[in-house]
Structure formats: structure tokens, C-alpha cells
T-cell receptor, first 112, second 113 residues
Framework: DAKTTQPTSMDCAEGRAANLPCNHS???????VYWYRQIHSQGPQYIIHGLKNNETNEMASLIITEDRKSSTLILPHATLRDTAVYYCIVRVGGNAGNMLTFGGGTRLMVKP | NAGVTQTPKFRILKIGQSMTLQCTQDMNHNYMYWYRQDPGMGLKLIYYSVGAGITDKGEVPNGYNVSRSTTEDFPLRLELAAPSQTSVYFC????????????FGEGSRLTVL
């Protein structure tokens, strides 16, 4: 699976959009981009994933660049409860075993 | 559905002791995983299973053993506990196809003294 690079930490004002970047310059054509988050050392929680098109669900939006070498997770209206570590992961999709490798992630601090 | 349930939530072991971390899921998922997370670090895969009777090593399997006799249960055995095994252990499960979403338990915090 391709390696990802994320900033170590970010701050965001409550109510504003949080934009979390991820670089995955060695991503291959059959690898998906996944985002998870971990709140207060709880078990990680799935947020969203995508292959090449932008995706949106009730939690967030995922913007993937046309060359697929980077992506951005957007939390449109961040709340204090969104304070967490956010992990960007790339892996082969389909039924390839679903093993995910979690790196250091980005520690997002949402401030009042 | 309870999802993924792990026991115990906390445990303190002495060096050389053994124990089993229990994990059970009620979502009929084929795939199950054990991860460990050291303080301030990401998660590392210890072992995984793609179905009953089938297990395989992940990134950091040394010092651990697993078994998968049923779809629901995936216990992790620590033999001869060492201080380096002090960590938080997470069990997860998933369907083999679909979104690839992993469902995690709440974790088991293990301290070896």
C-alpha cells in the first residue's frame, strides 16, 4: 500500500471548515483513499473513502486531485467533538483483505 | 447489535505472565484484525483472519498468538508478557467486500510491569 504524508497537527475554529490535507504521491490506480479518525484513544472510526471522484457523506467531504497524488478531507462546520486524530490511508480496494496501515495521522484541535 | 466487543478493558500483568484478550463481533463479518497502539503512535497490525480456521501475521506478530475457531470470536494470546507489550490493543472486523470499512472495538489497555 502507498505511503501517506499528513501534517502532524492543525487547529480550527469552531463552526469553520476544517481542511485536512494528505499527500499520497505513489498511489497506484487500484488504491482507494480512506479516512478514519480516533477520538480520545477510542477505537478508530471510519469517515469516508474514494477512488478518484469527490465524495460526500453526512460526516465529511473528500476531495481527490485529478492526478490522485493528494486529497483533502473537509469537515464543513467543525465542532468541539471533531477534535481527534485523523488518519489518511491508501489501500487496494475490493476483496483484497481490507488490511489498513495507520500512520501518525493529523491531530486536529477544534477551538471555541 | 453490540458491534465489536473487547474484554478486559484494562489489565496489569507482571513480566512473564500470560493472558488472553477476548474479541467478539455480532455482525457476521468474515475478516477480523488485532492492532496495537503505543502512546502517541499510529496502529500496527498484529494478526488478522479472513475466516474461521484461517489466520495470518501482520506487521508485528512476535510475542502473540491467535486462533479463529468461530466467525464471531478472535482471541489474542500473549505468552511471557514483556514491558514492550505495554500498549492499547484494538480488535476490528469487516466484510470482505463492499466499502472496506473496519469496525473497531473500544480497546484493551495492557500494562506489563
Amino acid at each position: 500500500d502507498a505511503k501517506t504524508t499528513q501534517p502532524t497537527s492543525m487547529d480550527c475554529a469552531e463552526g469553520r471548515a476544517a481542511n485536512l490535507p494528505c499527500n499520497h504521491s505513489t498511489i497506484s490506480g487500484n488504491e482507494y483513499v480512506y479516512w478514519y479518525r480516533q477520538i480520545h484513544s477510542q477505537g478508530p472510526q471510519y469517515i469516508i473513502h474514494g477512488l478518484k471522484n469527490n465524495e460526500t457523506n453526512e460526516m465529511a467531504s473528500l476531495i481527490i486531485t485529478e492526478d490522485r497524488k493528494s486529497s483533502t478531507l473537509i469537515l464543513p462546520h467543525a465542532t468541539l467533538r471533531d477534535t481527534a486524530v485523523y488518519y489518511c490511508i491508501v489501500r487496494v480496494g475490493g476483496n483484497a483483505g481490507n488490511m489498513l496501515t495507520f500512520g501518525g495521522g493529523t491531530r486536529l484541535m477544534v477551538k471555541p | 447489535n453490540a458491534g465489536v466487543t473487547q474484554t478486559p478493558k484494562f489489565r496489569i500483568l507482571k513480566i512473564g505472565q500470560s493472558m488472553t484478550l477476548q474479541c467478539t463481533q455480532d455482525m457476521n463479518h468474515n475478516y477480523m484484525y488485532w492492532y496495537r497502539q503505543d502512546p502517541g503512535m499510529g496502529l500496527k497490525l498484529i494478526y488478522y483472519s479472513v475466516g474461521a480456521g484461517i489466520t495470518d501475521k501482520g506487521e508485528v506478530p512476535n510475542g502473540y498468538n491467535v486462533s479463529r475457531s468461530t466467525t464471531e470470536d478472535f482471541p489474542l494470546r500473549l505468552e511471557l508478557a514483556a514491558p514492550s507489550q505495554t500498549s492499547v490493543y484494538f480488535c476490528a472486523s469487516s466484510y470482505p467486500t463492499g466499502t472496506g470499512e473496519l469496525f473497531f472495538g473500544e480497546g484493551s489497555r495492557l500494562t506489563v510491569l
